[in-house]
């Protein structure tokens, strides 16, 4: 790290006008691509060939990246080196990894809190039929996700609770898990706490709660039509042959609906424009008193049973500490043989983000050695000069761009952040507001990252699938892509967008708000 | 914030914007030609006069002076900058 004021200045200033750059490499202004470049070669042979979803996979690729990438730096290193402490701490990163830790916290009361098995109660009660399930899943999962904001922790419970359940009723197996990708691609992509709709906002300048209340108008639109399609496919399509004989169990809880207001409450206060910190700090607080209280009303014996299945938090002592026995009488502590550490949903839930936070600020680190090596100017200036020559062809090109990155990457988050420069530069080269901007960059980022075999929302699903029991047919993930509903009309819809001018906003019309604001 | 906000920019907006001498904008400058810098908004452009050396990629405001409706090519004075780009 530098100590002096010369190397702080060093690390701060851009790129010199004229063509000078501040990173000289052997092979010319492209090869500063290298790191990035290796990065996405190494994600697709992770993630695309052998099918591994691990982000921490991610960070050890990058990180090799950015070594392999020092060695095609002329002259001194320091300067390499320097970029990337410099890329790692722009407020860019910073404000995406603020937003993940509170927005996983929340996420995890409401997964450990009984939201889905309330929705499973609301679905059992409905009487929904075999032909009908998918339509209804759809909107349920769709629901779901948005409260907690991560589809493939949306996928998960679904394929977990309701595919079963929707096979023995008869439903068409392939057609329910493509609406329950389709539920998580609509709650990843408008949910203020998912991952995506975050970094589409901080990169792109703009406000969650702007950005949020700005995509309703494409999302519900291809809803609708989604929706539409699985009741049209639901009578069309064959049903399960599990169905005969078998005896559908839909084991619900009707409370975990409260969690609805958990959800409201972040979303209203977010699109009211109230700071996105501040907004789910209320989540988490309405969550946990509903967590939190019913189980301690089940203590009491006033109602049958609480909705945590985890707490929310609990220190394990070691029981050979005897000032920790003296304390074990508190609710979140418990003294054991073995296993210390912290665990429950608000450590769960910020801790699960660790992977993703590191692989950001490595990403961003290499897309600065990208930007001060002069590749990023050069990608920019041929995308400029020959393929994105007016409006349509430049919001035509963000979305096939976007889209693009993210089938081949399997962690749709990571292809997002790699994208993002150019989506901002591009657009900005138009004045195409950031709100525009922001919905360009998640909806594809939200739709393609739950359609291939590869993508990482069907390989959670899959491996959820495999561990259902023989009993209930499991769906091979490359069966699944034409029935992605959602995932295919949202792309559909920006690329209408795109050529028609729908939606489209300029800086000039309207400024989105400060990202101090995010 | 309001109903507005879901409903800002449902329609179909055009490629090529207009705007009234007078009006008072916020824009990025986008390029330089013939040594004059341009704010490209969509596919119509602002030339603006006395816009600073290193302003391409930063927000400015912007005051219009006059703005040709048939090339969508107008003038405009360059008042402050007020934010840069992205990244």
Redesign the interface.
């Known amino acids: 790290m530098a100590t002096e004021d010369s190397d702080v200045a060093d690390e701060l200033h851009e790129p010199g006008?004229g063509g000078g750059h501040d990173i000289e490499f052997y092979g010319g202004r492209i090869a500063s691509a290298i790191p990035l470049a290796l990065f996405v070669a190494w994600a697709i042979f992770q993630s695309g060939v052998l099918q591994v979803s691990d982000t921490t996979g991610l960070v050890i690729g990058m990180l090799a990246a950015l070594v392999v990438g020092m060695f095609f730096t002329k002259g001194s290193w320091a300067s390499y080196a320097n970029t990337i402490f410099e890329g790692m701490t722009q407020r860019?990163a910073a404000t995406a990894i603020v937003a993940w830790l509170w927005a996983g916290m929340f996420a995890q009361l409401l997964q450990d809190g009984g939201f889905v098995q309330g929705l499973v109660w609301a679905a059992d009660v409905a009487s929904v039929s075999g032909p009908l399930f998918p339509a209804v899943t759809f909107l349920l999962a769709a629901l779901f996700t948005t409260g907690i904001g991560t589809g493939y922790g949306g996928t998960i419970a679904f394929t977990g609770l309701f595919y079963p359940a929707g096979v023995l009723l008869g439903a068409n197996p392939v057609l329910l898990f493509g609406a329950i990708l389709s539920g998580a691609v609509f709650g990843d992509n408008l949910a203020p706490v998912s991952d995506t709709t975050i970094v589409s906002a901080v990169?792109?300048?703009a406000d969650i709660?702007?950005v949020v209340?700005?995509r309703?108008?494409y999302a519900i639109l291809a809803a609708v039509l989604a929706f539409a399609g699985y009741v049209v496919a639901g009578q069309v399509m064959p049903g399960s042959d599990v169905a005969a004989g078998a005896t559908a169990s839909l084991d619900g809880q009707p409370l975990g609906l409260v969690h609805v207001l958990s959800m409201l409450t972040v979303i209203g206060l977010a699109?009211?424009?109230r700071h996105i910190i501040e907004a789910i700090s209320w989540g988490i607080i309405v969550a946990l008193v509903f967590n939190v209280g019913s189980t301690l009303l089940a203590t009491w014996g006033v109602i049958e049973s609480g909705l945590q299945t985890a707490p929310a938090l609990l220190f394990r002592a070691p029981a050979s500490s005897g000032l920790a026995q003296s304390l074990d009488w508190l609710p979140f502590v418990v003294t054991v043989e073995e296993g210390t550490g912290v665990a429950g949903s608000l450590y769960g839930g910020a801790s699960g983000f660790f992977p993703l936070i590191v692989l950001t600020l490595l990403i961003v680190a290499g897309?600065r050695i990208m930007?001060q090596g002069g590749g990023f100017e050069a990608i920019q200036a041929f995308l400029l000069n020959r393929v994105a020559t007016?409006?349509?062809r430049a919001e035509t090109t963000m979305v096939l761009g976007t889209a693009t990155v993210n089938a081949m990457i399997t962690i749709n988050t990571a292809a997002e952040i790699a994208i993002?420069?150019y989506i901002?530069?591009i657009g900005?080269?138009?004045?195409i507001n950031?709100?525009?901007r922001a919905n360009i960059l998640d909806a594809n980022t939200s739709a393609l990252g739950y359609i291939f075999p590869w993508a990482g929302g069907v390989l959670v699903g899959y491996e959820t699938m495999r561990g259902l029991g023989e009993n209930i047919p499991v769906v091979n993930p490359i069966d699944v892509w034409p029935f992605v509903f959602h995932g295919w009309l949202l792309f559909f819809v920006f690329l209408a967008a795109a050529v028609?001018?729908?939606?489209?906003?300029?800086?000039?019309?309207?400024?989105s708000e400060e990202v101090s604001r995010a | 914030m309001t109903l507005g906000s879901f409903l800002a920019g449902v329609g179909f907006r055009t490629n090529t914007p207009s705007f009234e001498a007078g009006d008072e904008i916020t824009a990025f400058v986008t390029g330089v030609e013939d040594g004059t810098a341009v704010a490209r908004v969509g596919d119509s452009k602002l030339r603006i006069s006395n816009a600073p050396a290193d302003a391409v990629d930063t927000l400015v405001r912007l005051r219009v002076e006059g703005f040709n409706e048939d090339t969508h090519v107008g003038q405009a004075e360059y008042l402050e900058t007020v934010g840069e780009s992205s990244f």
């Open positions: 006008e860019v990169t792109q300048n709660g702007g209340a700005s309703f108008k699109v009211a424009g897309a930007i007016n409006v349509r993002a420069p901002a530069r900005e080269r138009f004045n950031g709100y525009r028609t001018g729908y939606g489209l906003e300029y800086v000039s019309d309207r400024e």
